[in-house]
């Protein structure tokens, strides 16, 4: 179903920072200002972080920031924690037709 | 606080059906779509679609259409998601999720479990 693609894995050292890509088009996330992101632990539902492409909800620390270019959208985690390694997910609408997709997910590893 | 509890594991025979249920609280239900969310084992997330909690229209992603209904109790605050048909590969965890904003989900039930295995 995924027409996101994000890198399957990425790590970084504890303080440091790690990005995140998710590659789609111009027809979801090149055409709309909706990307939201989302982590999720092994075994729990996921946590909304970034929605808007770059707006955070409240409680999420702005370790967490979000932004667009072009049809590719990046999550970045500064300062990073070992509570931070988790499985992250993209989501974007994709207008009325294709309605929207998640990103195949990546897993972030804390060294 | 605002939460969505969702009812418990299910084991079922190919074929069958299961109606899996998400109990909202703590919010004004009919002020946020609920959306299904399925994860298959050891894989990401499949948006299945939302059901609008004003007017209880549905709306299916292309992949969920046919098997699976979207409906809702507004006298107890409850989604309910419908699987007929069932068969082995859908086998997963289904999450409900209430809608923050376009394409983000900002409350998650804890998901239920579904086995589909003779």
């Known amino acids: 179903q995924s027409a996101l693609t994000q890198p399957p894995s990425a790590s970084g050292s504890l303080g440091q920072s790690v990005t995140i890509s998710c590659s789609g088009s111009?027809?979801?996330?090149?055409?709309?200002?909706?990307v939201s992101w989302y982590q999720q632990h092994p075994a729990k539902a996921p946590k909304l972080l970034i929605y808007?492409?770059?707006k955070r909800p409240s409680g999420v620390p702005d370790r967490f920031s979000g932004s667009k270019s072009g049809n590719t959208a990046s999550l970045t985690v500064s300062g990073l924690q070992a509570d931070d390694e988790a499985d992250y997910y993209c989501?974007?609408?994709?207008?009325?037709?294709?309605?929207?997709?998640f990103g195949s997910g990546t897993k972030v590893t804390v060294l | 606080q605002m939460q969505l509890v969702q009812s418990g594991s299910e084991l079922k025979n190919p074929g069958a059906s299961v109606k899996l249920s998400c109990k909202a609280s703590?919010?004004?239900?009919?002020?946020?779509?609920i959306h299904w969310v399925r994860q298959a084992p050891g894989q990401g997330l499949e948006w299945m679609g939302w059901?609008?909690?004003?007017?209880?229209?549905?709306t299916y992603v292309r992949d969920f259409r046919g098997r699976f209904v979207f409906s809702l109790d507004t006298s107890v605050n409850t989604g309910y998601l419908q699987i007929s048909s069932l068969q082995a590969d859908d086998t997963a965890v289904y999450y409900c999720?209430?809608?923050?904003?376009?394409?983000?989900?900002?409350?998650w039930g804890q998901g239920t479990v579904v086995t589909v295995s003779s």
């Open positions: 111009s027809s979801d996330v090149g055409a709309y200002m909706y």
């Open positions: 059901v609008n909690t004003n007017t209880g229209t549905p």
């Open positions: 703590g919010y004004t239900f009919s002020n946020h779509a």
């Open positions: 999720a209430r809608q923050l904003a376009t394409m983000s989900y900002d409350v």
């Open positions: 989501a974007s609408y994709a207008g009325s037709k294709n309605l929207g997709f």
């Open positions: 808007d492409v770059s």
